[in-house]
């Protein structure tokens, strides 16, 4: 599949010296190498299954020349062109993925899940380089509190044990629940609030009307695509513009305006949010 951009939100994802990207997911009992290899201005986006067996990662492409709203910001969406992200396939990663990433900014808690996957997840070697999936949720259960803090990740130790528990009782029928209702059961676990809880499934569906896109990260690149514009500076009214803003394309413009942001950082060095 040739792209104009595929969207590398998710902390799993590695650079390749030619500005290639790649990554390792689980899908049920199988492992895939998802990769976006450079062809000149373009990336050939693949899904390689790596063990077992079924169905490759479902793959969408939002394109935001079909966006309707202010012209500055869709003629600055339309510069990366079609965006492409594949849906995470792995509902425990997704948790842990969001539980790692509350609170603090995106850079640290890139470094925090690359670096707990390195030392007790398992290795997977992609066309482009070799990477680690999380650790499974019985690794994360076996862990001594010692070593959740010598990795950094003290303060991430019961909210991950508890969704490790959650899943391993509750995940075959959290994977049969709508997207809302699994927002809603999300919650029921400890420590897992509303933004955690839409962040994991806005990963594992692409519908990020589910996101909670009044956080930082929507609120800093909005303000970036539109800098003339006067916009909310509390969340609660920032969402209620941004809702009317987006209508219904809620979900693009929320999933396109963090694809923009995501490289818009890369491109120059701006601190991730």
Known sequence: MIVDSVMTDHPSWLSAEDGSAYR????????????????GCRLHAQARRVTGHGTEPTFDRLDPGKLAGPRTMITRLTQLGVVARWRNPDLWDALATSIVRQVIRAGQARKLYRTFCQVHGEPVLTPLGETWLFPTPETVLELPDAEFARLGMAFKTRPLRAA??????????????????????LQTVPRIGPWTAGATVADLTNDYALYPYADLAVRTWAQHLAPRRAWPNTEPEFAATWARLAGAQLSEWTLLTLSWG????????????
Do not use: M
Request: include cysteine; glycine fraction near 6%.
């Open 24 to 39: 390792a997911v689980r899908k049920g009992a199988s492992i895939w190498a998802l990769t976006a290899s450079r062809q």
């Open 164 to 185: 490790a528990d959650a899943c391993l009782e509750f995940g075959a029928k959290w994977a049969e629940l709508e997207p809302t209702e699994l927002v809603t059961e």
């Open 262 to 273: 995501v490289h818009h950082a890369n491109a120059t060095g701006a601190a991730a949010l």
